[in-house]
């Protein structure tokens, strides 16, 4: 599941026309029975389909917060006090790929009637930048750290998104996507307050601290002023065009024989199924190898920064290109499920197609503990192994990463790390080490409140070896963060840092 981690999330394809009306759902009162009915429902589901309910809570731990919760709805609440109650939950499963959202067409009222923070945010090391102002205000420019809103500090605000927000593990650099731009304006909302103007404090570019009132309006509105606002032309110019093609091969004028290789999803057009994912990103790597050969490349910069995953088997074909193993090794040690039922209410609302879910029992194999471990290899249950590519990139590997590199991105990150494919450098992963859980996913929606729900059905484990602290991601041999000075003058000094890594290797 890709949420809204990418730097832009509607910036190009969503409506501009804003018609501000009354949230519903703030008005609306759900009753002890229903929300009582729904908690029991969402428990089946977890209980009966989620491979990773227990990974990181013991589950007698998790039984009694489940035992506790369902004692808890016994007087009438407000819809966004029970969905917070459901949230706080979801997060506690510490799953990247588990969430729940209000309703499941929620992204038409966020454009058009909920009246929102009108700022887009961009978070760097624990602070919160104006990256676009949303407002006709042309006093708050990009660049400005944003201190407090309403006279909540910052701080405060991180802490209280922290505690909805989804992640794998323990992992912190992920959730600070839970403050940029969208992801933050639609947590605010949910999770902190919905007032109708905002009072705000800044930090300037000059250290100076200023105040602003702006108004809460539909993100319709705000996307308008995005684009209507002179201040925001530069960031505009740069931040709000979007690349034609999701991989992109260059060459560096300097270091000399050095490519850069820009992955921003494992998707690419036209990959409708497993099968022609494979197919697209084999013909983009083939061709890209030739142009490496080419050009004499030594050393290669794979960028997967803010790669929010996509195929799984793209990142698999990504690392036979990469790995030094001259011999086949295995990418995941095991992925199962805990259930085979095909014919389970649950399994109905996945995304499985109808003959795959027909064909359930034959790709999953019984164990004793009562899980069912997904056919990789042989029909006994052994790991797949992959052999590494005849036209493998046998050069130097550098490899940029961050909280955002998640998903497939970071089950590549974990495996290629473990089998020493290069050198990684900038903030630790977005996905856990040892695997996380996804496949494919249950979505449906809760049946009193409407709360929508999704889940996976596929637990992960990456063949990375014994790990002494489960829960963290890919750690970097060297840690480089983004700077405001990077985002406000489109530069990028953990490129540069890479760049000099790769002239002090050829000294």
């Not at 969905?83 to 790929?97: M, S």
């Not at 029992?361 to 290899?377: R, V, Y």
């Amino acid at each position: 599941m890709k949420f809204i981690y990418s730097l832009l999330l509607f910036l190009i394809t969503c409506s501009l026309q804003a018609q501000p009306q009354t949230d519903s759902l703030k008005t609306k009162i759900l009753q002890p029975a229903d929300m009582q009915a729904d908690f029991r429902y969402l428990r089946r589901l977890l209980e009966e389909t989620h491979p990773g309910l227990y990974r990181y809570t013991p589950k007698a731990a998790m039984q009694t917060r489940l035992d506790s919760l369902g004692n808890t709805f016994t007087k009438p609440l407000p819809f966004y006090d029970f969905y917070r109650t459901i949230e706080a939950l979801i997060a506690d499963i510490r799953c990247a790929h588990t969430y729940s959202l209000p309703a499941k067409d929620w992204e038409q009222p966020f454009n058009r009637q909920w009246k929102t923070f009108p700022l887009f945010l961009f978070p760097i090391q624990n602070r919160s930048y104006v990256l676009f102002n949303g407002t006709p205000n042309e006093a708050i420019k990009p660049g400005f750290e944003l201190l407090s809103i309403n006279g909540q500090s910052m701080d405060r605000i991180r802490q209280i998104l922290y505690r909805y927000h989804w992640d794998d593990g323990y992992i912190q650099t992920s959730k600070q996507a839970a403050l940029q731009g969208q992801l933050f304006t639609l947590f605010y909302y949910w999770f902190v307050d919905q007032p109708d103007t905002f009072t705000l404090t800044f930090k300037t570019l000059s250290g100076d601290t200023i105040q602003a009132i702006v108004p809460a309006q539909p993100f319709g509105t705000s996307l308008r002023f995005y684009k209507k606002n002179g201040v925001n032309k530069q960031m505009m110019a740069w931040y709000n065009k979007k690349q034609k093609h999701p991989w992109r091969l260059s060459f560096l004028k300097e270091p000399a024989q050095t490519a850069y290789l820009r992955l921003d999803a494992f998707g690419g057009e036209g990959a409708t199924s497993n099968e022609t994912a494979v197919v697209r990103f084999r013909e983009f790597m083939d061709k890209s190898l030739a142009k490496m050969e080419k050009k004499h490349t030594q050393n290669l910069i794979l960028d997967l920064n803010n790669n929010s995953g996509g195929w799984d088997s793209q990142g698999i074909e990504l690392f036979t290109y990469l790995m030094k193993s001259d011999t086949a090794v295995a990418y995941y040690t095991r992925q199962h499920s805990i259930t085979d039922n095909s014919d389970s209410e649950f399994i109905q609302f996945s995304d499985l197609s109808e003959a795959d879910r027909k064909n359930i029992k034959n790709e999953l194999i019984p164990e004793p503990d009562g899980t069912f471990t997904l056919k990789q290899g042989d029909a006994g249950g052994q790991p797949k192994r992959y052999a590494p590519k005849p036209n493998r990139f046998r050069g130097r590997v550098y490899i940029c990463m961050n909280g955002r590199s998640a998903s497939t991105a970071s089950e590549f990150l974990a495996v290629a790390h473990a089998n020493k494919v290069g050198v990684f450098i900038g903030e630790e992963s977005g996905g856990a080490y040892e695997g996380g859980n996804g496949g494919s996913f249950v979505h449906l929606e809760l049946p009193h409140s409407k709360i929508y729900v999704g889940t996976p059905l596929v637990y992960y484990n990456n063949a990375v070896g014994d790990i002494a602290t489960k829960g963290r991601g890919t750690m970097p041999d060297y840690e480089v963060s983004i700077r405001i000075d990077d985002v406000l003058t489109h530069t990028s000094s953990i490129l540069e840092f890479v760049k000099k890594l790769i002239r002090e290797q050829d000294k």
